[in-house]
């Protein structure tokens, strides 16, 4: 008895487990729903055809391989004569018509709904640059406490350039993580404005369904509203240059009072950040304190194009090492990291660096690789810079 | 009839003569799908498993943007080309092509335009690496220096495509042989026809928007440029009234192809012949109002996304009338399996798979999800591979013993299609789910969660590779030790270039015009 | 032969008027694009200077105008709305200002590009003034106010109850010293 139960037992885990597997294995084979109306609808019209086509194939095949089964010459010596029947040629015309009206009326509507981003609760803009994306929040007062940031890719150099080695394998959300996730509350109507300020890029997350080209000079409407909170990840889906496969996008979804507890945190970061700036552009840095964090900061912002050895890859991605612009006035310098360089790879770092980072890496730039300018760049020079006087 | 022929290099470099023309576009573009097969090869290894292992990604893209350009511009047109010299002038009873010293110039020009473009693979900055759509503006402000020759390139490559359509177009129109009505032409005739049409419609498109991106690169004006008043979805719209025709211009003479063999091989008339001629020239018409659907996710009005997602659809009618055709004529027939008829048959089967995932990108709401991943990776392969280069191949056999009266060894053959069959589904089918799982094209790493598919994407795309590596070896076996091919290889083939010719089919063919019934 | 030389001739003559005219074509989207958009709205460019006369104001009803500023990389400049928005009723004329200043120790020449989405919009909004209009030069330290007055058509379709207008700044200082060279 007992033996007979531990095998019932033991059938109808390893039966539940299989079954669990083949879930799971078909999960992956298929696109994921997603969580908001809009993902779910397009999964179920996604699922609608995969049968309506399966079904084509079940029929038409089916009568390819009874002719290669029962017409093969060993079984069916004699060719038929017929060559035409006017007949079954209308038949198999208006079927497939009568199948695609029937495809057509439920995406219409969909496709309706999708692009319907009125009545929307709040704004963000989202704008593509060389590899990485830009979010604004355009709500509250245009003076005060503006919260933007950048989001860039938060897996490490080292994790995708050694694989094996590093680790990189554990890491879930390799290649999908970054350092700065857009939040958004739930429930709420979030209209995008996307666009670019270099090429096209395209903003997707597959589980909001959303997708739309960012395109510089012009501005894209698209929406969403998630119902469950969460963190949603998806990728830059228009080539964009170098490091395309490296701008993922991540949206974290947060309840109501989770929403507004991270926006006051938001304005009090940037209130500390603002400070920090300050504290920073008053005190006089030495050579050896700029060296240090510039190489840091060089490393992890500008290695990939320059490279390590500030050789670069030229043409397109020019050497720093006896550079005109970093053996230069060091105005120009300050400009070109500030400001970024139009029609090519070089981004504005103005914004997404702190004065004194931007002071330590110009200050590296011109003092490694046998630059030796001798030249430091304090961050007051950033800040006198960046105010224009 | 004399059967004089030069010898010696000056015979390939001098001639005029439709087979010695037709068997160097072969050879070319042989060559050239080696090369872009290896640069598949490079992009597979470094998608084997995640991590960069064996290119940096700036390279990477080189390589994604060569491999399309290669394949499509020098591999598969001009194997059609090379089918259409061989073959429109046997089937339609003429003794060469109308134009033979254009036809030459239209072949030797290729190799120079992809000398060109592969030597941009040295330069200073690498190759072209904006991807085989070149969307401005990261081929035109951001591109490399080597996008000139990139232009260059296309323009000599253009204009040897618009040569030889427009000797294809004179030859049909004023060689044939009395009698040979239009409505008595081989399917693969008429394909090829309503192909050199499209071709000349749409190659100039073509070069008028490279020659844009030109004076937008050098001479200041600003097409593409949003800051000048361009408008960079402009040259999306452009590209693609250019690139929607050009994917049909690649699989219509496939479809040619494909008629001729299937009722060979069932020892049967091809049934709706003339169904099938209007079903190739509504699918040409109809390429030219769809091109948008390539571009769903720029952001166009929603009376737009509908337009272009119904016309799509419509596609599938004419072509549906094809393969059901196709299925007709095997229908009862006297079916035997020989190489050429399994390369035939798979055709319709993974170009019918192919159809079925064109449909579903063609539905905009679902598109969304869809656009720019590997799914779409997936289903042009499936149009392309075993559509167009199936195709050729299956033509390749089949008219093998005519061209050189020798006979490949069917065994190998067999095995090649076999090989061929196993692993193109292998490369290709796993990207339909590594696209639905959410994996963007022409990115040269990703998360582990993709890891599975593209692994065995690799496999299959290693072993895709030698297949055709072994491909060579077999016809060069059958060239140089075939056995002698019978004066009729395939009893149920029929035209005149079975009918009414010797073989192997002699170096002057119909000096007087055949007569046709 | 000569009669068939004869008639190969005619038939490419017109193969190559084919291809002449197909090349011509792709040359003619361009012009036959921005026709096409400025009729459907499909890439919300907006138009050039419009008039203000006779214009019926509709005060039963309100469209909420949003502002946004982009700055395009290369690009040192402060450039922002005074409003982020401003609610109007159809067939009014309406003030906004822009504020831009060059930071940089250097003369810089900017060009403003404007888009609106939902692009269907873009056809309902008439610019009397507009900075986009010309390229502003700033020298170094420079800075400017620059106003902008628009009014919304009383004919826009009731569903459109919000439009946003941004302003993408390009800066186009070596495209304009490239032009003055070349006429020199």
Redesign the interface.
Known sequence: MAIRRKLIAGITSLLSLMLGGAVQAAS?????PGVTE??I???E??MM??WV?VA??VV??G??IY??IF???SK??????????TK??VI??VI??II?VY??IP??S???K??D???SEI?V?V?G?QWKWHYKY?EG??IKNEISFYSNLSTPRE??????TSG??DN?????EVDNHLVIPVDTKVRF?V?A????H?W?V?EL?????A???????TWTSVPIPGIYR?????????????MPVVVEVLTKPDFDKWLAGKAEEKRVADKAAADAASQNWDMAKLMTLGETIYASKCAACHQVNGEG????FPALKDSAIAKGPA?VHI?MV???????????YGAQLTDAEMAAVITYERNAWGNNTGDTVQPADIQA????? | MSDHRPTGIKRWLYTTNHKDIGTMYLWFSFIMFLTGGAMAMVIRAELYQPGLQFVEPGFFNQMTTMHGLIMVFGAVMPSMVGLANWLIPMQIGAPDMALPRMNNWSFWILPFAFTLLLSSLFMEGGAPNFGWTFYAPLSTTYAPPSTDFFILGVHMMGISSIMGAINVIVTIFNMRAPGMTLMKMPLFVWTWLITAFLLIMVMPVLAGVVTMMLTDRHFGTAFFDAAGGGDPVMFQHIFWFFGHPEVYIMVLPAFGVVSEIIPAFSRKKLFGYSSMVYATASIALLSFIVWAHHMFAVGMPVAGELFFMIATMLIAVPTGVKVFNWIATMWQGSLTFETPMLFSIAFVILFTIGGFSGVMLAMAPVDFQYHDTYFVVAHFHYVLFPGAIFGTTAAVYYWFPKWTGKMYNETIGKWHFWLSMVFVNLTFFPMHFSGLAGMPRRIPDYNMMFADYNMWASIGAFGLGLTQVFFFVTIIMAIRNGKKADEKQWDGATGLEWDAMPTPAPYHSFSTPPKVD | MTEQAQENKKLIRRLIGIVGGMFLFAFALVPLYNVFCDITGINGKTRGQALYQNVDIDKSRVVTVEFLTNINRGMPWKFESRLRSIDVHPGELNEVIFYAKNTSKFDIVGQSVPSVSPGKAALYLNKTECFCFDQQTLLAGEEIEMPMKFFIDADIPEDITRLTLSYQLFNITDSVYAESVGTK
């Open positions: 992956k084979l298929n696109m994921r809009t993902s609808e397009a999964f019209l996604h055809v995969v086509m084509i194939s038409v095949f009568v390819m002719s290669f017409h093969r010459r069916h010596p004699t060719p038929a004569t017929f060559s035409h029947s079954m040629e198999w015309t497939p018509v695609l495809l057509t995406a219409v969909l496709l309706i999708m692009e981003a009125s009545n704004s803009q704008t640059s355009l007062d245009i994790q995708y350039e050694n694989y094996a990189a394998a879930v959300n390799y290649l999908l404005l666009t300020d270099d090429v096209i395209s997707w597959p369904a959303v997708k739309k080209d395109i510089p000079g012009f501005i894209n409407e998806g990728q830059c889906t228009e080539l964009c240059g170098k490091d395309h496969g490296f890859l030229p043409p397109v105005d400009n500030v400001n970024g360089k139009q029609g090519t790879g070089m981004a504005a810079f960046k105010a224009g006087n």
